[in-house]
């Protein structure tokens, strides 16, 4: 079993459409990371958080440390939302670039 | 700042030939890492550095693949001999602290034929 799930794989939206995209990781971690990568390769860090919720334009996202579990919400979503969405840890004690990734959300937004 | 720099963006070399990639990090950051990411396997920690010194190689597949950090702005990764299995995107990413979040660099795509 893998230490960081994502779950769907694949995610197709009609544009407008809320999204989730979920986390779950078995680990003892000191953060969460959701990375967005996309067609070109590119990764861009979207959040880093260890509690709570955080926000950044259409992007919402939760954590319940409790459930080890995360959530990341786009609200009205667009076409340039199309991406890899992946959600990595940094295991408790270790650096935040060391980090255990998930697999990926393919994430297409239809117009 | 520009950003992480990684260079070449694109590389395709023959079985057995040495490769080195190379990266810049955002100047000031003392944390550099490599990552390598696969279909099969998606993106894996290779190695990090801290204030220049390597802290974890665990993840570095063989001894075919070696890091150096000579200084704070530069960083290689090199492999020797290379094999197709290398083929792979190599990213580089830095953080001001090991405990800040990270920043990537465009990725170098290798080709090993």
């Known amino acids: 079993k893998n230490e960081v799930e994502q779950s769907p794989q694949n995610l197709t939206a009609q544009e407008g459409e809320f999204i989730t995209i979920n986390c779950s990781y078995s680990?003892?971690?000191?953060?969460l990371h959701w990375l967005q990568q996309h067609p070109g390769g590119g990764i861009v860090s979207l959040f880093m958080l260890s509690s709570g919720k955080k926000k950044h334009g259409r992007l919402i996202a939760t954590i319940n440390i409790q459930e080890k579990h995360s959530s990341l919400h786009i609200t009205a979503s667009h076409p340039r939302d199309s991406a890899v969405y992946i959600c990595a840890v940094s295991s408790y004690g270790g650096s935040q670039g060391n980090l255990i990734f998930g697999k990926g959300t393919k994430l297409s937004v239809k117009p | 700042d520009a950003g992480v720099i990684q260079s070449p963006r694109h590389e395709v070399t023959e079985m057995g030939q040495e490769v080195t990639l190379r990266c810049k990090p955002i100047?000031?950051?003392?944390?550099l890492f490599w990552y390598r990411q696969t279909m099969m396997r998606g993106l894996e920690l290779l190695i990090y550095f801290n204030n220049n010194v390597p802290i974890d190689d665990s993840g570095m597949p063989e001894d075919r693949f070696s890091a150096k950090m000579p200084n704070a702005s530069f960083s290689t990764l090199k492999i020797q001999p290379s094999e197709p299995r290398d083929s792979a995107v190599y990213f580089c990413?830095?953080?001001?602290?090991?405990?800040?979040?990270?920043?990537f660099g465009q990725g170098t795509r290798l080709t090993v034929v």
């Open positions: 100047s000031g950051h003392n944390s």
């Open positions: 990413a830095s953080s001001l602290q090991e405990n800040t979040e990270a920043f």
């Open positions: 680990v003892g971690i000191s953060a």
